[in-house]
Every structure is written in C-alpha cells, then in structure tokens.
C-alpha cells in the first residue's frame, strides 16, 4: 500500500494520480496511476511531456504499467525515453495483451471476464485495442462480445474478454516471448484465421484446427467415456505430491461427482459447474491448473 502526499493529472493519461514520497532528488517525482501503474519520472522530462501532443504517449504508458505488473517496479522516465518513444509490431502487442489475460485467469479462474485499458497494450485508441481482440478471437485465443451504438458517443461498448481453455494450457505449456507465441499462435491453415494447436497427452490427442473443433468428443450426443476417464486419471496424476490427504480426498470427490454427473441422461449443470469451481479454486493454490484445463474444455458445455 502506497502513501499519497498529493494528487495530480497523471502526465500520461491524464487521469487523476497519486504523488508518492521519493527518496531521491526533488527533481524527481514518483506517481502511482491506476491506468499506468508506478512510474519515476524527471522533472525535465515532465516539461517536455507537459509541450508534448498526445500521440505518443501511450507508448510510455505501455511501458510504465508492463514494468510494474510484471516486476512490481517503477519505470523511470527521462528525456531520452521520450525521444526514442517507438510503436511496437503487431504480432507483439498481440502477445502481450494475450498473455495478460492469461497471467489475470490464472489468479481468477477460467471463465472470468478481464477487464482492460486500452493504453496498457501499446493501443492508441479503442478502435485498435477492438482490431486486437478481434484478431485474438480469430485465433481462438478469447472470446469476448461487443454491442454497437448503445452509449452517449453512439460507439461500439466491448465487454470484458475471457480466455479459451486451450490458449490457457497452451500459456501453461510455455510461451514466455512473442516468439513463442508467433510458434505456437500463428501457424495457421486457413488463410491466418485459425490456430493450429494439438495438445499431447497419454494417447488422448486433442486437436483444436479449425473454429468447429470441440474437445467433448461427443458421439451420437454421447458423452466419450473413455475419453473422460482418461482426463480425470491423468488429473489425478498430475497432483503435486505435497497435497495433504484431505485436500486430495476432496479432489477425488467432485472428480467423481463430475464424472457421473456428465454421464447421467439428465445432468445437473449446477452440480456440475459447483464441483468444477472446488477443482478450480484448489489447482490455482496447489498447482495442477494446467491438467484441469483439459477437464475444463471437456464439460464446457455443461458449464454455460
């Protein structure tokens, strides 16, 4: 928790911040921004910012909130900074906007909605961060919705994007650059629409290719019990060993009320969703997120 001594229209979104004590010099100021995070900033470069258009700045702003969500750290602002200020590519605002939502559903859960400020991600207006998202559901990456026309401005009002259960396991799995996410996000086979991803997993193939894949393995509106047993073995599995036995009992159970639930003729969305939601809260504490992605993707349909 922060201390305030005053407030300020933050210099670079000009929304209302806190001044925060600063050891250093009184030529230098530190401000705490709900929209940029923690940032240093000289008092030169502040009169700089101060005869600056707007154009620019949300570049800095990208970099001061990355800084600190990231390494808890402020960014320091000097003149020099302002000057070499650069847009970054595409493909690695695309990265980093999806990789925030995936480090926020891990905190909340998947399902959860993330709401965002555009100017985090290196986006010069709504029109953009809009083209990004729409680009990321493209890929199969979030789903989110958007209404037009609904709001004074008569504008497209977009709500809060959620991240798909196989772009979480992907994420899981190891994508820590844009690289990365270039490898595993953007080999596509069908025309840069779609991803391309197989998740591997003890003979049981998952094969997300095309926008009508699914992971239900439904047969004849069947469950694929085989299927299903596989996912929750290998769960099971996957437990990390310094679980007590309690915590693991409690696993086992909803595991099993899953497990019947789906295969009943008349399942029970509400008993299904509880028990998941248990599975949920304990792998974000204990550290088997990951393996109940797969289950995750299985029921999805009994979870909405």
């Keep these: 928790m922060f201390i305030s001594v005053g407030k300020v229209n933050c210099y670079l979104c000009s929304k209302t911040a806190d001044i925060i004590p600063h ?12 929209n940029c995070g923690e940032y240093v900033i000289t008092a030169q470069a502040i009169h700089i910012l101060e005869l600056s258009s707007d154009d620019f700045k949300y570049i800095l702003s990208s970099q001061t909130f990355e800084k600190f969500y990231y390494e808890q750290k402020p960014f320091t602002i000097k003149k020099e900074h302002i000057e070499n200020a650069k847009d970054i590519p595409t493909s690695e605002k695309l990265y980093k906007l999806s990789n925030y939502i ?23 207006n709504n029109d953009e961060y809009l083209n990004l998202l729409e680009i990321l559901k493209s890929m199969q990456i979030i789903e989110f919705e958007k209404i037009g026309g609904t709001n004074r401005d008569n504008r497209v009002m977009i709500y809060p994007p959620k991240l798909l259960g196989k772009a979480m396991l992907a994420f899981e799995e190891g994508i820590n650059s844009s690289d990365d996410f270039k490898k595993v996000f953007m080999k596509t ?17 998952l094969n997300f290719a095309n926008d009508n894949a699914n992971i239900t393995a439904t047969q004849n509106n069947s469950i694929d019990i085989k299927a299903l047993n596989t996912l929750i073995e290998n769960i099971l599995n996957s437990l990390p060993q310094d679980i007590d036995n309690n915590t693991r009992n409690e696993i086992k159970e909803n595991l099993s009320v899953i497990q019947s639930e789906v295969q009943n003729p008349n399942p029970k969305k509400t008993i299904i969703k509880n028990s998941y939601n248990v599975l949920d809260g304990i792998a974000k504490a204990t550290g088997f997120l990951a393996s109940l992605v797969k289950l995750y993707e299985f029921i999805k349909p009994f979870l909405l």
């Excluded at 559903?105 to 100017?119: A, D, H, N, P, V």
Aim: with cysteine; proline share 0%; net charge positive.
């Design 189 to 205: 086979n069908n025309n840069g629409n779609n991803i391309n991803l197989k998740l591997q997993g003890d003979g049981n193939q």
């Design 23 to 34: 050891a250093e010099a009184a030529a230098i100021t530190r401000i705490h921004c709900q």
């Design 102 to 124: 995936f480090q926020e559903t891990k905190k909340r859960g998947l399902g959860t909605s993330i709401e965002i400020s555009c100017s985090r991600f290196y986006c010069r």
